[in-house]
């Protein structure tokens, strides 16, 4: 376990529910990774992330999906393709990723709380 934070510190990550509408494979990436474009709604628009998910997941397989990011971070330029956004996963028992995502369908752009 990592140091406390405190409330304020946690309520100052904005992560929000999105959907992906595209996603690319990424062969440039030092990594395999696939390329992701996530609706977060009007608010916030269409984001992208690059994700290390090649594992469990296809890129085809991928569009439609909602899932969950922190939208916050500053952009980070991976290769030749910027990163805008951070989805979020957890490792499965070997250490892959596994995307996180709601239960039941959600409006895009809703903020975790």
Same mark, same amino acid.
């Given at each position: 376990?990592?140091?406390?934070?405190?409330?304020?510190?946690?309520?100052?990550?904005?992560?929000?529910?999105?959907?992906?509408?595209?996603?690319?494979?990424?062969?440039?990436?030092?990594?395999?990774? +696939?390329?992701?474009?996530?609706?977060?709604?009007?608010?916030? %628009? @269409?984001?992208?992330?690059?994700?290390? /998910?090649? #594992?469990?997941?296809?890129?085809?397989?991928?569009?439609?999906?909602?899932?969950?990011?922190?939208?916050?971070?500053?952009?980070?330029? +991976?290769?030749?393709?910027?990163?805008?956004?951070?989805?979020? %996963? @957890?490792?499965?028992?070997?250490?892959? /990723?596994? #995307?996180?995502?709601?239960?039941?369908?959600?409006?895009?752009?809703?903020?975790?709380?």
């Amino acid at each position: 376990m990592t140091d406390p934070i405190s409330y304020a510190d946690f309520e100052r990550v904005d992560i929000r529910t999105g959907t992906i509408i595209d996603a690319q494979p990424f062969p440039e990436a030092r990594k395999p990774a +696939i390329k992701l474009w996530v609706d977060f709604g009007a608010g916030i %628009g @269409v984001k992208r992330s690059s994700a290390q /998910v090649t #594992l469990h997941y296809k890129a085809d397989q991928l569009i439609g999906r909602q899932v969950v990011a922190v939208v916050n971070f500053p952009p980070r330029q +991976i290769g030749p393709f910027m990163s805008e956004v951070l989805v979020l %996963g @957890v490792p499965d028992v070997n250490g892959a /990723v596994v #995307l996180l995502r709601p239960d039941l369908a959600v409006p895009n752009g809703g903020r975790m709380f």
